[in-house]
């Protein structure tokens, strides 16, 4: 499909949403948004906020980059949490992520911003073994710590809960396709 095509085609699904919706469900949230969770997941096109609510409007703040990493984009991170103040951050990974495959098949010849992003994986996957579902969860657990430590007075306050997770689109937890398998809440490991 040519460019043209796709933008002809977002215009035209921006056109029924607006249809759908209508105007009195932009009032909600035109002076100030007030979501429930920080999300932290991976900017993959298979992983999107509808697998797990069925409209993130106002819901979710939501972050996105390769590999579901806080030290990627953690001023937007510490947005969600600090300023937002919302009571969830969920760092969610999922199977088959690309940045921890890149990352464990040796990723020197990316261009310097991709390698930038995959070498804060190394403290979470450095010495992993080849199992790709376990090195994503060790990634996801690695995420959570990192969290945890930043976070600990937050967190002691009750005021946050960090809740790590994967989204299964291909049921290799053997739960289902398209599972949200909560891994990780606080630093308690669940899988």
């Known amino acids: 499909m040519?460019?043209?095509?796709?933008?002809?085609?977002?215009?035209g699904f921006n056109?029924?949403?607006v249809q759908k919706t209508g105007k009195d469900y932009f009032s909600a949230y035109q002076e100030s948004q007030a979501p429930i969770i920080t999300l932290v997941t991976c900017a993959?096109?298979?992983?999107?906020t509808d697998s797990i609510v069925e409209d993130a409007t106002n819901k979710i703040f939501t972050i996105r980059n390769i590999g579901n990493q806080i030290y990627s984009n953690e001023g937007s991170v510490d947005y969600g949490i600090?300023?937002?103040?919302t009571p969830i951050l969920l760092i969610m990974g999922h199977a088959d992520c690309g940045a921890v495959k890149a990352y464990m098949g040796g990723y020197s010849s990316e261009p310097a911003s991709i390698k930038t992003e995959l070498d804060h994986l190394t403290?979470?996957?450095n010495g992993s073994n080849t199992n790709l579902l376990k090195t994503i969860v060790k990634n996801v657990n690695y995420q959570v710590s990192?969290?945890?430590?930043?976070?600990?007075?937050i967190i002691g306050n009750h005021e946050l809960m960090v809740v790590g997770a994967v989204y299964d689109f291909k049921n290799e937890i053997g739960e289902g396709f398209g599972k949200f398998k909560?891994?990780?809440i606080n630093g308690d490991d669940k899988i």
């Open 2 to 11: 040519n460019p043209i095509e796709i933008v002809k085609q977002l215009k």
């Open 15 to 17: 056109d029924l949403f």
């Open 44 to 48: 993959d096109s298979r992983v999107q």
């Open 82 to 85: 600090l300023h937002l103040k």
């Open 123 to 125: 403290p979470a996957i």
């Open 146 to 153: 990192v969290a945890l430590e930043k976070y600990a007075e």
């Open 182 to 184: 909560v891994v990780n």
